[in-house]
């Protein structure tokens, strides 16, 4: 049991590990846009994308969760 905690506690470090680094290389790449003065640019062609993302979340999660993995739909059409 001490050998599972113990891996479950490494796995934890890395995936703690990993976000930390994204979120400094997020911060590091908005910086320097801003620096150059193109952020507002990228942020023009980001929100899109960003609103289609969040369009799709709030639409899968109003289907009550099912996913893509159901071949029907809840009226029995596919």
Known sequence: METYLNLMLIRFG????GLVVLALLVFAVALRLRRRG?????RR????AAR????????RLEG??????????QDGRR
């Open 45 to 48: 062609y980001a929100e899109p």
């Open 38 to 42: 193109r952020l507002d640019e990228v």
């Open 52 to 59: 289609a993302g969040l369009r799709a979340a709030a639409r």
């Open 14 to 17: 890395v995936v703690v590990g």
């Open 64 to 73: 009550g969760g099912q996913g893509a993995s159901w071949s029907r739909r």
